[in-house]
């Protein structure tokens, strides 16, 4: 029997508030169901504008949602009432945003302990994990430096492990390596799948990239234009470990490259 | 004078070698045209309507042996000190409150703005009236003048935090207690480091003007109690040494400006 989901959206839809006045604004979510197993990387992938960042907002719960529900450990979250919302779900929940949102008056040692000394769970063990952890991104050397005297890579990098530290068992992550150029986004994404390989944490991951997509993925969600709804899903068949910069010449890339580019619209 | 014939003679590539030089000796040169222009003015004037600045001087020497002056000084700067503690504090304790409460901000904050323009000065004699002829109406005088500058640069610094910084706080954990003090306070230390270059000023302004009118000590009670007697030289005196407090201020406040935001890549300050 399979496991249950650790996540799960169910009928999920999103339309933001409208000024007085004007008609109704239209959907951009309407009625997403899916589910993300426990130690499963799942990535999503629509074209821009589909949602996914409005989705990832409201799995975070930092935005409400209009109509449906999102389950966590089957427990519901109250995503409806803005009054209630409960943003990463007493931790729960992991966020690795489109910017790297790194406090600027921060060093970087200070940014990446931050979630840990909110929590007031900073001691010895963390504080050790902490630093494998910034080894294992090439930051070391550069605790001590402001994040505007970081590379755009090494922001990221920043940001990433800043969720990793404090080990919530889902991470979202949308398009973290959006904005990097080739060479640096297929290192971050060695460094991802590695660190993913340690942990085997749940990782969500939107991206706009099907090569990403498929270079990543234990299975891909393909969403249509707005409102978004799940267009395709595809199990990826490549073994693991991957060869995130040689993805493109594995004999099935091409077969369910071509699969995912016919459904993303 | 001297600095621009300097800076003309000097050949082209040494020239910004010189140049730190040339500003000093420009700004000295500037100096002692002032007191050029003082002593010549002063002098033109006569005794009863200006002092001339060697007779400050001595006044200051006096004054600072004999001890009133800093008599003088003192109970203006705690007048000040504690007025603007005050004002300080209930300008930045105020809107971390209200941005708790949104409903009250729209509900008050026409009032508050409203509030800004009237004028503190012409409150003095209510505050006489109300709190008697002690510090209080000056305290009062000196924490609304305070008040307001803070008020306003927290209130818009608040609203300009980046709100990506806060859902990225809330969803690792901070508590709101937190979010105010790491996020909030740091975004808004820059707002509200350009309030205080106005305010700290301002509270040693107020709590003079506060002691022209009531009490019998501090630089105001100094300066009024010299004009009363046909004291020019006292005036002045007051008036010399109150620059200099503000200065002395301002260069304290700078010092630690820099400290707090050292962090920020470019540099930002504007030499005022």
């Known amino acids: 029997m399979a496991a249950p989901p650790l996540l799960e959206v169910r009928g999920l839809s999103k339309r933001f508030a409208t000024r007085t006045g004007r008609e109704p604004s239209p959907w951009v979510i309407q009625d997403l169901s899916f589910a993300v197993r426990e130690g499963e990387f799942l990535t999503i992938i629509g074209p821009s504008g589909s949602g996914k960042t409005t989705l990832l907002n409201m799995l975070a719960q930092i935005d409400t949602a209009s109509g449906g529900e999102v389950r966590?450990?089957?427990?519901?979250?109250?995503?409806?009432?803005?009054?209630?919302?409960?943003?990463?779900?007493?931790?729960?929940?992991?966020?690795?945003?489109?910017?790297?949102?790194?406090?600027?008056?921060?060093?970087?040692?200070?940014?990446?302990?931050?979630?840990?000394?909110?929590?007031?769970?900073?001691?010895?063990?963390?504080?050790?994990?902490?630093?494998?952890?910034?080894?294992?991104?090439?930051?070391?050397?550069?605790?001590?430096?402001?994040?505007?005297?970081?590379?755009?890579?090494?922001?990221?990098?920043?940001?990433?492990?800043?969720?990793?530290?404090?080990?919530?068992?889902?991470?979202?992550?949308?398009?973290?390596?959006?904005?990097?150029?080739?060479?640096?986004?297929?290192?971050?994404?060695?460094?991802?799948?590695?660190?993913?390989?340690?942990?085997?944490?749940?990782?969500?991951?939107?991206?706009?990239?099907?090569?990403?997509?498929?270079?990543?993925?234990d299975r891909t969600l393909v969403l249509s234009k707005p409102p978004a709804r799940i267009a395709g899903e595809h199990t990826n068949p490549i073994a693991r470990?991957?060869?995130?910069?040689?993805?493109?010449?594995?004999?099935?890339?091409?077969?369910?490259?071509?699969?995912?580019?016919?459904?993303?619209? | 004078m001297t600095s621009h014939e300097a800076a003309v003679d000097v050949p082209e590539p040494a020239r910004s070698r010189w140049r730190p030089h040339v500003v000093v000796a420009g700004r000295i040169g500037l100096a002692v045209l002032l007191l050029i222009a003082w002593k010549v003015?002063?002098?033109?004037?006569?005794?009863?309507?200006?002092?001339?600045?060697?007779?400050?001087?001595?006044?200051?020497?006096?004054?600072?042996?004999?001890?009133?002056?800093?008599?003088?000084?003192?109970?203006?700067?705690?007048?000040?000190?504690?007025?603007?503690?005050?004002?300080?504090?209930?300008?930045?304790?105020?809107?971390?409150?209200?941005?708790?409460?949104?409903?009250?901000?729209?509900?008050?904050?026409?009032?508050?703005?409203?509030?800004?323009?009237?004028?503190?000065?012409?409150?003095?004699?209510?505050?006489?009236?109300?709190?008697?002829?002690?510090?209080?109406?000056?305290?009062?005088?000196?924490?609304?003048?305070?008040?307001?500058?803070?008020?306003?640069?927290?209130?818009?610094?608040?609203?300009?935090?980046?709100?990506?910084?806060?859902?990225?706080?809330?969803?690792?954990?901070?508590?709101?207690?937190?979010?105010?003090?790491?996020?909030?306070?740091?975004s808004l230390l820059p707002f509200f480091f350009a309030a205080l270059k106005i305010a700290l000023p301002r509270a040693v302004s107020a709590a003079i003007i506060g002691e022209f009118l009531v009490g019998n000590e501090g630089l105001g009670y100094m300066i009024e109690h010299s004009r009363q007697s046909f004291d020019t030289t006292g005036v002045f005196t007051g008036v010399v040494v109150a620059t200099a407090l503000v200065l002395v201020i301002n260069a304290v406040l700078e010092r630690i400006d820099r400290r707090l935001n050292a962090w920020r890549p470019v540099e930002r300050d504007m030499q005022v």
């Open chain 1, 72 to 217: 966590f450990q089957a427990e519901t979250a109250p995503i409806s009432d803005p009054t209630r919302l409960s943003p990463g779900l007493s931790c729960r929940i992991g966020y690795v945003t489109q910017e790297d949102n790194l406090l600027p008056w921060r060093t970087t040692l200070q940014n990446v302990l931050f979630p840990l000394v909110v929590q007031r769970r900073l001691n010895d063990q963390t504080r050790a994990r902490t630093e494998m952890l910034i080894r294992a991104v090439g930051l070391a050397g550069f605790e001590s430096h402001y994040p505007h005297e970081l590379s755009g890579g090494m922001r990221k990098r920043a940001s990433l492990i800043r969720t990793l530290v404090y080990d919530p068992p889902v991470i979202l992550m949308d398009e973290p390596f959006g904005a990097l150029d080739a060479q640096t986004r297929t290192q971050l994404q060695e460094d991802l799948l590695r660190l993913w390989s340690l942990g085997r944490k749940t990782i969500v991951f939107v991206t706009h990239d099907i090569a990403e997509a498929i270079a990543l993925g």
């Open chain 1, 241 to 265: 470990p991957r060869d995130v910069s040689g993805i493109m010449t594995h004999p099935q890339f091409a077969a369910l490259y071509r699969a995912i580019r016919v459904e993303v619209q």
């Open chain 2, 41 to 186: 003015g002063a002098d033109a004037a006569g005794p009863l309507y200006a002092a001339d600045p060697v007779k400050v001087f001595e006044r200051i020497v006096g004054d600072t042996l004999s001890g009133s002056l800093l008599r003088h000084i003192y109970v203006t700067l705690r007048l000040s000190a504690i007025g603007f503690a005050i004002g300080c504090f209930c300008g930045v304790a105020l809107p971390f409150v209200l941005r708790r409460l949104p409903r009250l901000t729209r509900a008050v904050e026409p009032y508050i703005m409203a509030s800004v323009g009237v004028p503190k000065y012409a409150l003095v004699p209510l505050f006489i009236l109300w709190f008697g002829i002690d510090d209080a109406p000056k305290l009062w005088l000196v924490g609304l003048l305070v008040f307001y500058p803070v008020f306003i640069a927290v209130f818009a610094g608040i609203r300009n935090v980046d709100r990506r910084l806060i859902a990225m706080a809330r969803v690792v954990g901070a508590s709101e207690a937190a979010i105010s003090r790491e996020v909030v306070w740091n």
